[in-house]
C-alpha cells in the first residue's frame, strides 16, 4: 500500500511560479511512474505530467509542456513539480498518483488528497 501527500499549494500571481511537492511512503515498490493530474471547477481531471521512477523519463500534457517541469528524488520518494509562467487556467486541484508502467495517462491506483493551485489576473 501506498500513501501519498500533496504540498506546496497556494494563491499566485499570474506569470509567478510555484512548486508542488509529492511525498511517498509505504510500500512503493512495483509503483513505477508517479503522475500529476488537476482538476479544475466544473471541469474533467486532467492529465499534467508524469514520470518514471527508475529511468527518470518524463512526459507533459501539451498545455504544461515548457512551463511545467516534473522530477524525482529517489533516495526522499518525492516527487516535485516545478510549475512556471502560471496564468489563471492553471488553476485547479492539483493531485499526485502513483502506479504500474502500463502508460503515461494511467491507470493510477494510489492517490493523493490534492493541493489547491490558484492562479489570480
Known amino acids: 500500500q501506498v500513501q501519498l501527500v500533496e504540498s506546496g499549494g497556494g494563491l499566485v500571481q499570474a506569470g509567478g511560479s510555484l512548486r508542488l511537492s509529492c511525498a511517498a511512503s509505504?510500500?512503493?515498490?512495483?509503483?513505477?511512474?508517479t503522475g500529476w493530474f488537476r482538476q479544475a471547477p466544473g471541469k474533467e481531471r486532467e492529465f499534467v505530467a508524469a514520470?518514471?521512477?527508475?529511468?527518470?523519463?518524463?512526459y507533459y500534457a501539451d498545455s504544461v509542456k515548457g512551463r511545467f517541469t516534473i522530477s524525482r528524488d529517489n533516495a526522499r520518494n518525492t516527487v516535485y513539480l516545478q510549475m512556471n509562467s502560471l496564468n489563471p487556467e492553471d488553476t485547479a486541484v492539483y493531485y499526485c498518483?502513483?502506479?504500474?508502467?502500463?502508460?503515461?495517462?494511467?491507470?493510477?491506483?494510489?492517490w493523493g488528497q490534492g493541493t489547491q493551485v490558484t492562479v489570480s489576473s
Open positions: 498518483a502513483a502506479g504500474p508502467d502500463r502508460g503515461w495517462f494511467g491507470p493510477y491506483g494510489y
Open positions: 514520470i518514471r521512477w527508475s529511468g527518470g523519463n518524463t
Open positions: 509505504g510500500r512503493t515498490f512495483g509503483t513505477y511512474l
